[in-house]
């Protein structure tokens, strides 16, 4: 590892020591748009960076952002989106709830608790857990294993993407394994549930048919020969954009076969040739006023609109998936694209003068763009160095 990434880590794991608090890991260190508080998405994405690094006092700060959003759980289970920690300020979403809250407080506490073996604070954690994952049932609707997310129901709040998305429910069952394991409870539905969402996230020829969702849309999907996971599935469609954080999450629950492999190398060097860089954007393509959503994107936001053209969530780099990406991949074997990727990023850090741990770079300028000192970006790096590690490894 170069010097300037070995700085540039430190830095970011300073940056997530910084934002530790007794109640918990903050989103980032600034005022605006409640990020100084409690986030689920944020803190538990933090504290995963601080577990699989085995810092002390980050996993200490994750066990406490897990008891703090616990405590204010909804009487019918769901983990609230963020809390102002000493005050009944607590939010569950402002235009939709936010699903994976509670998705990412299930793993997140299975993953804590897999690591640390802290007895007295699963037990703390336990019974919010069951109430998490009856809630999740709920969400099914059919009770056939996938939950359904509202439109802006999850991170990429102002953005079109909802139905039986990937990335949130990727979280879900990783989580709901983690917690059948721990408790030493059978896995038989979790595993058919699991061989289905492979088989129909990733649509081929080579699977058993009595997996398939809805045959013509899957069948029309596979003719499409994508090159990775899809984004989400709808009653009749099966919506084929690259969702990065999906991605990275279905990578590391799923193991990729030799054709997914090299099917995602030749997406990502496909990527480059759009984009001029190896980054990885959050989601792709972009939506145009052109794009049949582009009316679902438009309006779709609380305090302004941020998703212009290869900003934001419409086709903004994100480090944060981008380096859970990197992970991913490098679980995978694909540790060429990994170094790759992260020589890029290297680039665009030092280009951008003003580099404060931004949400994300510009897809056509790669300027830094979104709010600054962000745990989810330092959380990213971490995530990066993970993945040079497992690629040396």
């Given at each position: 590892m170069d010097s300037y990434f070995q700085n540039l880590y430190k830095d970011a794991v300073n940056l997530l020591h910084q934002l530790t608090t007794p109640d918990g890991i903050l989103a980032s260190t600034i005022e605006a748009d409640n990020y100084k508080r409690i986030w689920a998405r944020d803190s538990i994405v933090c504290g995963l960076a601080g577990l699989w690094i085995e810092d002390p006092f980050l996993i200490d700060g994750l066990k406490n952002s897990l008891l703090t959003l616990s405590e204010q759980q909804h009487p019918v289970g769901m983990i609230p989106s963020n809390v102002l920690p000493g005050t009944d300020n607590v939010s569950f979403g402002s235009l939709v709830g936010r699903i994976d809250a509670t998705t990412w407080f299930v793993l997140g506490?299975?993953?804590?608790?897999q690591k640390t073996r802290d007895q007295q604070t699963w037990k703390q954690l336990?019974?919010?857990?069951e109430k998490c994952r009856i809630f999740l049932k709920a969400a099914e609707f059919n009770s056939k294993g996938w939950i359904y997310t509202p439109l802006s129901g999850n991170w990429a709040d102002e953005y079109p993407i909802h139905g039986y998305t990937l990335y949130d429910n990727a979280l879900r069952l990783w989580g709901e394994k983690l917690f059948l394991e721990i408790e030493q409870q059978n896995e038989e539905i979790i595993d058919r549930i699991l061989k289905r969402t492979k088989a129909n996230f990733w649509p081929s020829e080579v699977i058993d048919p009595s997996l398939i969702y809805q045959r013509p849309p899957f069948q029309k999907a596979m003719k499409e020969k994508t090159q990775h996971f899809s984004a989400f599935i709808l009653p009749g469609v099966y919506d084929q954009r690259f969702d990065a954080a999906g991605n990275a999450l279905a990578m590391l629950l799923f193991s990729l076969d030799e054709k997914q492999k090299g099917d995602m190398s030749d997406y990502i060097a496909s990527l480059e040739k759009e984009l001029g860089t190896r980054l990885i954007p959050a989601f792709w393509p972009i939506i145009t006023e052109e794009s049949k959503d582009w009316d679902l994107l438009a309006g779709n936001y609380s305090f302004d609109f941020k998703n212009s053209s290869g900003?934001?969530?419409?086709?903004g780099i994100w480090p944060v998936w981008m380096g859970l990406f990197c992970y991913a991949l490098s679980r995978n074997g694909l540790s060429s694209d990994v170094k790759k990727i992260i020589e890029a990023f290297l680039k665009a850090v030092q280009e951008n003068k003003d580099w404060e741990f931004q949400?994300?770079?510009n897809a056509?300028?790669?300027?830094v763009g979104g709010k600054t000192q962000m745990g989810?970006?330092?959380s990213g790096i971490v995530f990066m160095k993970l993945a040079l590690e497992q690629a040396n490894f």
């Amino acid at each position: 590892m170069d010097s300037y990434f070995q700085n540039l880590y430190k830095d970011a794991v300073n940056l997530l020591h910084q934002l530790t608090t007794p109640d918990g890991i903050l989103a980032s260190t600034i005022e605006a748009d409640n990020y100084k508080r409690i986030w689920a998405r944020d803190s538990i994405v933090c504290g995963l960076a601080g577990l699989w690094i085995e810092d002390p006092f980050l996993i200490d700060g994750l066990k406490n952002s897990l008891l703090t959003l616990s405590e204010q759980q909804h009487p019918v289970g769901m983990i609230p989106s963020n809390v102002l920690p000493g005050t009944d300020n607590v939010s569950f979403g402002s235009l939709v709830g936010r699903i994976d809250a509670t998705t990412w407080f299930v793993l997140g506490s299975c993953l804590y608790y897999q690591k640390t073996r802290d007895q007295q604070t699963w037990k703390q954690l336990q019974p919010s857990i069951e109430k998490c994952r009856i809630f999740l049932k709920a969400a099914e609707f059919n009770s056939k294993g996938w939950i359904y997310t509202p439109l802006s129901g999850n991170w990429a709040d102002e953005y079109p993407i909802h139905g039986y998305t990937l990335y949130d429910n990727a979280l879900r069952l990783w989580g709901e394994k983690l917690f059948l394991e721990i408790e030493q409870q059978n896995e038989e539905i979790i595993d058919r549930i699991l061989k289905r969402t492979k088989a129909n996230f990733w649509p081929s020829e080579v699977i058993d048919p009595s997996l398939i969702y809805q045959r013509p849309p899957f069948q029309k999907a596979m003719k499409e020969k994508t090159q990775h996971f899809s984004a989400f599935i709808l009653p009749g469609v099966y919506d084929q954009r690259f969702d990065a954080a999906g991605n990275a999450l279905a990578m590391l629950l799923f193991s990729l076969d030799e054709k997914q492999k090299g099917d995602m190398s030749d997406y990502i060097a496909s990527l480059e040739k759009e984009l001029g860089t190896r980054l990885i954007p959050a989601f792709w393509p972009i939506i145009t006023e052109e794009s049949k959503d582009w009316d679902l994107l438009a309006g779709n936001y609380s305090f302004d609109f941020k998703n212009s053209s290869g900003d934001f969530h419409n086709g903004g780099i994100w480090p944060v998936w981008m380096g859970l990406f990197c992970y991913a991949l490098s679980r995978n074997g694909l540790s060429s694209d990994v170094k790759k990727i992260i020589e890029a990023f290297l680039k665009a850090v030092q280009e951008n003068k003003d580099w404060e741990f931004q949400e994300y770079f510009n897809a056509h300028t790669l300027k830094v763009g979104g709010k600054t000192q962000m745990g989810y970006t330092a959380s990213g790096i971490v995530f990066m160095k993970l993945a040079l590690e497992q690629a040396n490894f």
